[in-house]
């Protein structure tokens, strides 16, 4: 059984009289230790599809069709005081900007203290202690007199730790990272990317990877899913999309990868920009940027199709699963 | 590993003025659904302003114009109560001036002296934080210090303030001349710094966007990149802020002649026009203070709504 | 945090010097203050000795330092319009503004700022947006008309309060008090009303655009996200939050009591120091307005460094602590 199993999720911004779908179709699911990244140009709706999961929608955007399940228990539809049992404590997440994720009046000791005590019986020492060992175990040095430090004292990898110290503190077996990485220099990068790995490796927590870096995807995760103007294109193992993929948009993202050693002679680059969610075209979204693109592609939207070692929304696909 | 996104996003940057005015439009579609409270804020200062430029051909009576005062009509009632007349909807002051004449008059003075002054405080305040973000450094600093200074004072003070002093540096005979526009630069100085302000803000963040800097070092006159790129950027905030300000500089005016120290009594202005209703108040002659108070608050009410608007409408990034 | 504060009180003396500035400016070039000293028909010979006693001879630095050290000791001359020297004048009618300001303050504050974070915390609701359109037409009454309107309703329709006069005072050595009789705290209902409804729309607004800025944070976000409970995230974070930008303008809202007071104490016949002021206005009397100046700077200087104190109190950022363990 999975984790998390999403199925036909759609968010639509609703204003008023007005309705733009934000998100439609959106199926997932991750399963119990798996690594999933989700990849797509920013709009593309990843990081709407991780709010929703803890409920954290910004007014605006609702979910009007679809369900959410989380370890066997529909999400989508439990109240507010409900979903704080599963957030933080099923479902950690953490956002892209570190210095704006910590409220920068208290010490972040008070802020991991305030939030282990929340999902424990512990006293306040106790769980000064155990904020000490999980900053110690991120690879903060002099963990202790880190605590009475101010976010704005700490570098901003060292606040990135922080915030995922934050997000498992109560032990979740699904962190979603939106962009844990983005922000930050490469070196930096390398190191957070460590801590995500060894939480996977010692604690076996899920993650949802949230990029639009497909090399970060590549190095990281078990499995792909590919996001363009709301919807989800492919869906498939890590190696397969990465040595063949099989949408002609993942297949572009994976020509923009530089690499070192290989001698390409360019790197692909896809003309145009992704459209607005509120001038959609007919049929594929991808279709006015897409080489392969054929009739039928400007008519109808394309199911999600098997193909290769996944699944993928092409019409290419149409006859040969 | 390089990152996917700067290849693919091919980011357009849109001609401004299309945009502003495709945002206004939107926005103003958006709210005749939504606000109603809206569309009849818009209507009503529409309907001031027109009034205040028709006025002496709208207004029923001359009230500048002493000859035809008739005392035997003075203190009528509305004309809806016992004593009314038909020639003076809302009533009669003391002199037999027509009420409703009369705040049809201080409105345009109303709307005369605050727009004036906001016009000036708005063309000052970006002419100094144009100067300010460009240059930088020392002129900067003084000039911001000096903004600042002035900000920890309130408006009324400062106002009060210069025209006390204007007042006392012109001879008497001026005073009435002067007034006026003593007035309005009064009001006019202690606005220009909000305006200051956020202009040199969005000018700063605006000089250091790549296409400035690809301006500049192109060799283009840095006056005519202020002019094209920078001006425009700065336009919604300002437009809002001085909106805002003008139902602020109505309130200030109003006050000041209620004051007595404004408009000069000859002149028709609503702070004027309550100012002698007071004096009739105890004595059960409402209608001389609730009609032009109403007229007052009418007023700053719908412009301030329209500011709002606004603001929501442009979301500029206000401080 | 002590180079802030020290930071801070230079910059309150460096106001307070400007002020004192225009003020002494004000003396200098506007009319000759001979002329309000002397009687009409004075001989050039007569006019020339009181100037050369009043210092008026001196260099203009010089007779600066003389205006400033006489300000300290508090002289700031004798009024032109009273002929009572302008310090005591002052030092009568300071009590009466300062107990109408201080009430209206608490109004203003007690009342504003509860409203604005109930009005952020519901902005969806019903009484949210009641209350919002009542602060946007609280901000477009001007002050004098909601003290005719109040005194036309509850003195002269209703008559249940008195509509001028500050009523029986007790005298407490230099400081003469309202607060003390019955009379006294009955006249102070509709006067400090009257000042704090405009800034109590104001402060309200501020609150709650600041609330809204807050709440749309990304911490209070990951604060939600991390399962901490609403009573938490609201009270715990986001409050506090919220006052920091909040503190800068409600400080000078405060601030604004002081100068909104002349209009008040006008429509009120409340003899404090804004009467005096607008008179001294009225008929050009430069030293009333000049130590009038001085005194509301002190006053908004003193408002202004206790808020950025408490500002430094509860912001860490601004307390200038540098980094305290850089590195990763």
Redesign the interface.
């Known amino acids: 059984m999975p984790l998390l199993d999403i199925q036909h999720l759609r968010i639509e911004f609703v204003q008023?009289?007005k309705r733009l779908v934000a998100l439609d179709d959106v199926s997932l699911a991750i399963d119990p230790e798996e690594v999933l990244g989700v990849?797509g140009?920013?709009g593309a709706g990843k990081s709407l599809t991780a709010m929703s999961v803890?409920g954290?929608l910004?007014p605006p955007a609702t979910v009007t069709r679809g369900q959410i399940t989380i370890d066997g228990r529909r999400s989508d539809n439990l109240t507010?005081r409900q979903l704080?049992?599963?957030?933080?404590?099923i479902v950690?997440?953490v956002?892209q900007?570190s210095l704006?994720?910590?409220?920068?009046?208290?010490t972040i000791g008070r802020q991991l203290v305030?939030?282990i005590c929340?999902?424990s019986d512990l006293t306040a020492r106790a769980a000064r202690g155990r904020a000490v060992d999980l900053l110690a175990e991120f690879g903060l040095?002099?963990p202790e007199?880190?605590l009475?430090?101010?976010p704005?004292?700490?570098?901003?990898?060292?606040r990135q730790?922080v915030?995922i110290a934050?997000?498992v503190c109560?032990n979740p077996r699904l962190l979603i990272a939106d962009e844990p990485t983005?922000a930050l220099d490469?070196s930096?990068q390398a190191?957070i990317l460590a801590v995500l790995r060894r939480l996977r490796r010692e604690y076996r927590t899920a993650i949802m990877l949230i990029t639009?870096?497909?090399?970060?995807i590549a190095?990281m995760a078990d499995r792909v899913a590919v996001m363009y103007a709301g919807r989800i294109v492919e869906d498939a193992p890590v190696r397969e999309v990465v040595a063949h993929p099989q949408h002609p948009y993942t297949a572009?993202?994976i020509g923009?990868?530089?690499r070192l050693r290989r001698q390409v002679g360019r790197?692909t680059?896809?003309?145009?920009?992704?459209p607005p969610l509120s001038a959609l075209p007919r049929g594929c979204a991808f279709h006015p940027r897409c080489p392969k693109a054929f009739a039928r592609c400007r008519e109808e939207r394309p199911p999600m199709l098997s193909s290769g070692g996944g699944r993928a929304a092409c019409w290419l696909f149409d006859g040969n699963g | 590993m390089a990152n996917a996104r700067t290849r693919i996003a091919g980011g357009t940057r849109t001609r401004f003025s299309a945009h502003l005015g495709r945002r206004l439009v939107r926005g103003c579609a958006d709210q005749l659904i939504d606000s109603p409270a809206t569309v009849v804020a818009l209507l009503l200062a529409f309907g001031f302003c027109t009034m205040a430029v028709f006025a002496p051909w709208l207004a029923p009576h001359d009230t500048s114009d002493v000859g035809t005062l008739d005392l035997m009509q003075a203190l009528r009632p509305p004309v809806w109560l016992e004593g009314g007349d038909w020639a003076y909807l809302l009533g009669t002051d003391d002199q037999g001036r027509d009420m409703l004449s009369g705040i049809i008059f201080g409105a345009r003075t109303s709307l005369l002296v605050s727009g004036v002054a906001v016009l000036l405080a708005t063309l000052l305040g970006t002419a100094v934080g144009l100067f300010c973000g460009w240059v930088g450094g020392r002129p900067d600093a003084v000039l911001m210090r000096i903004a600042e200074v002035q900000l920890s004072f309130p408006a009324i003070l400062i106002v009060l303030l210069i025209d006390g002093l204007g007042r006392t540096a012109v001879s008497t005979d001026l005073h009435n001349v002067a007034a006026v526009p003593v007035l309005i630069i009064a009001i006019a100085l202690s606005n220009w710094v909000q305006i200051a302000r956020t202009v040199r803000g969005s000018s700063m963040a605006e000089k250091n966007k790549e296409y400035v800097q690809a301006a500049r070092v192109l060799g283009i006159h840095p006056a005519a990149i202020l002019l094209r790129h920078i001006l425009p950027n700065i336009f919604a905030p300002v437009l809002v802020i001085a909106t805002l300000g003008i139902a602020g500089a109505i309130l200030t005016e109003a006050t000041l002649s209620f004051l007595g120290v404004g408009v000069p009594p000859t002149q028709p202005s609503l702070g004027t026009l309550i100012r002698f209703g007071n004096n009739f108040l105890i004595s059960g002659e409402w209608w001389m203070t609730v009609f032009p108070g109403l007229a007052l608050v009418l007023l700053a009410l719908s412009v301030n709504i329209v500011g709002d608007w606004l603001r929501d409408v442009l979301n500029p990034k206000l401080s | 945090m002590l180079a802030f504060v020290a930071q801070r009180i230079a910059q309150t003396g460096l106001v307070m010097l400007t002020v004192a500035f225009v003020a002494f400016a004000m003396f200098h070039f506007i009319g000759d203050p001979i002329n309000n000293m002397v009687s009409q028909d004075a001989t050039a010979e007569q006019r020339e000795q009181v100037r050369r006693h009043l210092g008026l001879d001196d260099p203009f630095p010089l007779q600066f330092a003389y205006f400033i050290s006489n300000a300290v000791h508090g002289d700031f001359g004798v009024s032109y319009r009273l002929s009572l020297p302008v310090g005591a004048l002052i030092a009568e009618r300071l009590p009466a503004t300062l107990e109408l300001v201080f009430v209206a303050a608490s109004i203003a504050l007690l009342v504003g700022m509860p409203l604005g974070v109930y009005t952020g915390l519901y902005r969806r609701g019903v009484v949210s947006r009641l209350l919002l359109g009542l602060t946007l037409v609280g901000i477009s009454l001007p002050t004098f008309l909601t003290g005719l309107i109040l005194i036309l309703i509850f003195s002269l329709w209703l008559g249940w309060l008195p509509s001028f006069g500050r009523g029986e005072v007790v005298d407490l050595g230099i400081w003469s008090t309202g607060f003390l009789t019955a009379s006294g705290r009955r006249a102070l209902v509709l006067p400090s009303i009257t000042l704090a409804l405009f800034q109590l729309a104001l402060i309200t607004r501020l609150v709650r655009a600041g609330m809204l800025e807050v709440l749309g944070s990304d911490y209070i976000r990951f604060a939600r996200a991390r399962g901490l409970p609403n009573r938490l995230v609201l009270f715990g974070h986001a409050l506090k939050n919220t006052l920091v930008p909040v503190m800068t303008n409600v400080g000078l809202q405060i601030g604004a009591l002081i100068a909104f007071a002349i209009i008040t104490e006008t429509v009120f016949q409340w003899p404090g120091m804004g009467l005096l002021f607008l008179q001294a206005i009225r008929f050009a009397d430069i030293p009333v307005m000049a130590a009038y100046l001085m005194l509301t700077a002190l006053l908004f200087g003193v408002i202004n460094l206790a808020v950025d104190l408490l500002y430094g109190a509860i912001d860490p950022r601004v307390r200038g602590e540098s980094s305290h363990h850089k590195g990763s």
């Open positions: 008023g009289r990849v140009e920013s803890i954290l910004n507010d704080r049992r599963i957030r933080g404590k950690g997440a956002f900007e704006t994720s910590l409220n920068p009046l208290y305030q939030t929340v999902h040095s002099t007199r880190q009475d430090a101010y704005h004292q700490l570098s901003g990898g060292m730790r915030v934050l997000a109560a983005t490469v930096t190191q639009h870096d497909m090399g970060v190095e572009a993202l923009a990868i530089p790197l680059r896809i003309d145009g920009a992704m």
